[in-house]
């Protein structure tokens, strides 16, 4: 029963391409047989729940195989019918053509881009031990699962494997059980001409349990493989297990098994033919016959386990209640209702500080005041902790302690792993219990920028701290200024991208990035010390409400001539500006635009009532210039860089670039001049603003 269990996933597959002419048979062919007996004899799961909070965790890293989840999926009992796998690969199907969150029932994370999958395993894997160390007692256990993913070779040979994989070694998280899905083939043919890692040797080296050289289509072996690494998980010293698993991709059919022609494409009708006679399989396309459809539907098995769970839950509770409802609270992703009673009080402390500091140290000063209102946060930095200022007053170091062991935590040090620890935080947010937070330097988001883009792609709550902003970082030079990096971050949809100029500002930007449940947020800070720009203690919730919009007015002058639109660091320069033009006898608006992601949110009226159509504009910011044309318009002006900075203390860069308020002065002289003269055609040459 077990090869034809295994042989009906491999046919829905072939009929599931076939029919979308378009699709990857090859890995869930090859790898049909470990996912029948991991899905069948040990995942712990519920296809009527799949947010059952102790579920095991299925990840299918190598995500161009979606046909075999969705298989598996269909099969097992989940809310996926038959008819969405004859839609796969089309519009609004819930099979598209890789595995996405939220679309699809029982996926567990979105993947496609290769690598990140398993980086989200890692994630979820530290969760589940996170959890299991701050909620579970000695006599009652309510965490107690695994995370399970499934890999190839591309997974493998994107660097970002050795960023977790490593990571997970060092941390001892022996609840993550990786499959090697070892065939030889990728999209170009056998990898041996590009990749002949010992992957063994490589992963323990990193400390893992290895077991090699597994038959992947033995079901035998491969259940004694999973019993191994299933033990481990048990161990208080246990470590990750690699089940290295031999495997013919696109096993089953006679002509194409085994080479790179099933990898990425349709059989094609008479191989699809050929490969039904090989199998033995005498059913037409998308049949299941009865006997193996009642083998494969888990619904009872899962039901009884997760009444099971629940029975045990039940008892937790009577004896730790706090505690059983802080778990419930956790997974619901709500915020304890003290963090809404008691924003306004913090606000207003914060707003109070009238000295002069860096929005990274603003950063912190709100982390360590909204901390104890979150103890689901989970915060950390890229080996740059003492930069970034990621951690609070009564942060606990997590990692690995001087005996070995894992020491429980709520902040980490990942290590120079950007794009991992991106990958990791995406994890950690889709198993639930945590709100995980970052930094680095913002120049380094190039690294993390896929992993960000996948927690925008799956409105994920998840918070990206990026300091030394712009060139006031200083003497680093231009390989750490950043020029392009926000504007390019702003682009990306579903990610709010704030730039604050204050510690009030800073502040709501931490409130909203923490009260928004569909999508992550990146808080952009300076090195350099700001001034207060946004009023004091007794102000302050009224100017929240307006930072809570994205971008509002400042300061306004009855009668304004000229908007000046700034962020950051560059808020200061344009009241500067707009002072040094009162004192001429022209009146502006300068418009603080923190989050012009949240702002563009707004209504037409409301934006419209910041940003008058009818008024010149001049934008000022420390980036690439184009980005700010969208509100300035072709005869607006920007005040800012084209070019890469320079190694030099940071008020020398800004005098060299340009950055001043005298070039926002010049330049509503000339918006002024331009209205006055409506046939010139050019700015001066002396306030041309992208520098070079």
Partial sequence: MANQMANAIRMLAVDAVEKAKSGHPGAPMGMADIAEVLWNRHLQHNPANPLWPNRDRFVLSNGHGSMLIYALLHLTGYDLSMDELKHFRQLHSKTAGHPEVGVTPGVETTTGPLGQGLSNAVGMALAEKLLAAEFNRPEQTIVDHFTYVFMGDGCLMEGISHEVC?????????????????????????????????????????????????????????????????????????????????????????????????????????????TRAALGWEHGPFEIPADIAAAWNAVARGQAAESAWRAGFEAYRRQHPEQAAE??????????????????????????????????KASQNALDALAPLVPEFFGGSADLTGSNLTNFKGCVKAGRGSDGQFVPGNHMSYGVREFGMAAIMNGIALHGGYIPYGGTFLTFSDYSRNAIRMAALMKLRVIHVFTHDSIGLGEDGPTHQSVEHIPSLRIIPNLDVWRPADGLETAVAWAHAIEREDGPSALCLSRQNLPRLTGDASTALGVEQSIRRGGYALSDMEGAQAVIVSTGSELELAMQAQAALASEGIATRVVSMPCTNVFDRQSDAYQEMVLPLGLPTVAIEAAHPDFWRKYVGRTGVVVGIASFGESAPAKDLYAHFGITFQRVVDAVHALAHRAAHRNAVALPDQIVVAAN
């Avoid at 001409?193 to 400390?207: I, L, M, N, Q, S």
């Avoid at 003290?338 to 000295?355: D, R």
């Fill in 327 to 360: 778990f419930e609270r956790r997974m619901a992703g709500d915020l304890l209702p003290a963090f809404a009673h008691q924003l306004p009080g913090v606000l207003a402390t914060i707003a109070g500080n009238a000295q002069p500091h860096a929005t990274r």
């Fill in 166 to 274: 490593s990571l997970a070694g060092t941390l001892r998280l022996s609840r993550l059980v990786a499959f090697y899905d070892d065939n030889g083939i990728s999209i170009d043919g056998h990898v041996q001409g590009w990749f002949t890692d010992d992957t063994p040797k490589r992963f323990e080296a990193y400390g893992w349990n290895v077991i090699p050289d597994v038959n992947g289509h033995d079901p035998e072996a491969l259940d004694a493989a999973v019993r191994s690494a299933k033990a481990q998980g048990l161990l208080s010293d246990g470590k990750p297990t690699l089940i290295c698993c031999k495997t013919v991709i696109g096993m089953g059919s006679p002509n194409k098994a085994g080479t790179h022609d099933v990898h990425g494409a349709a059989l094609g009708a008479a191989e699809v033919a050929a």
